[in-house]
């Protein structure tokens, strides 16, 4: 995909910027490589404005003249969610209709001093962890990218998800790794409750209050 301007401009929205004629990314002045094509995708949808891009739309733009499966275009949404960390809802899944981009754009220029300070922000104090109870993983979520999202985006407008599905397939786990991605949006924590537990402590007592009767 050629760039979205051929003279040398910056983009920047939130923490981020786009140095356009060098192809490169920056999360609070630090260079990030998003990977694959997770640079052209935002950059097809910045374009539209805040307007609803399609899938086909997007496949055709980023991937000019070749066959690309969606979940191709899923992996890059996802990849470029990693990227956006905390701010993941910079790009936002309109179910069946495609993708928004709904960050608030600045253009500037890309002079070498702009570039440079840029690249050399002034320090800002790290924020505090929010607290939690919440297991560190072990490993790293491979080939769920798709079903995480989907349960970040339903999450977003639920306040109670459910996950079911046959015990082994992995449900704890993806909970976990969700809960683990809202957890900046929550200063009072993300916690973790085993309802399990508390149902066999239940089943117990009135099997031992059953014992007890006459």
Do not use: C
């Not at 496949?59 to 000019?64: A, C, G, H, K, S």
């Not at 701010?87 to 899944?93: F, G, K």
């Not at 769920?144 to 992995?170: M, P, Q, Y």
Request: no cysteine; aromatic share 6%; glycine share 8%.
């Amino acid at each position: 995909m050629e760039p979205i301007a051929s003279t040398p401009i910056a983009i920047e929205f939130g923490r981020f910027s786009v140095l356009l004629h060098r192809r490169e990314f920056l999360a609070e002045g630090r260079p990030v490589e998003p990977g694959g094509r997770a640079f052209d995708v935002p950059m097809v949808l910045i374009e539209a404005s805040g307007a609803v891009v399609s899938k086909d739309t997007l496949m055709n733009r980023v991937w000019p003249d070749r066959v690309v499966e969606e979940n191709g275009l899923q992996a890059q949404i996802s990849s470029l969610r990693r990227v956006f960390g905390a701010d993941r809802d910079l790009i936002r899944t309109i179910a069946g209709r495609g993708y928004q981009f709904t960050g608030e754009i600045r253009i500037g220029s890309a002079t070498p001093d702009a570039r440079v300070a840029a690249a050399m922000p002034e320090p800002t104090p790290t924020p505090s962890r929010p607290p939690t109870n919440l297991p560190e993983p072990v490993s790293e979520l491979i080939g769920r990218d798709a079903k995480l999202d989907e349960v970040l985006d339903i999450s977003a407008s639920h306040r109670l998800v459910t996950l079911t599905g046959t015990g082994g397939i992995g449900k704890t786990r993806l909970g976990f790794a969700a809960a683990r991605h809202l957890l900046p949006r929550f200063a009072d924590g993300v916690w973790a409750i085993e309802l399990a537990r508390h149902k066999a402590w239940a089943s117990r007592h009135r099997i031992a209050a059953a014992a007890r009767r006459p």
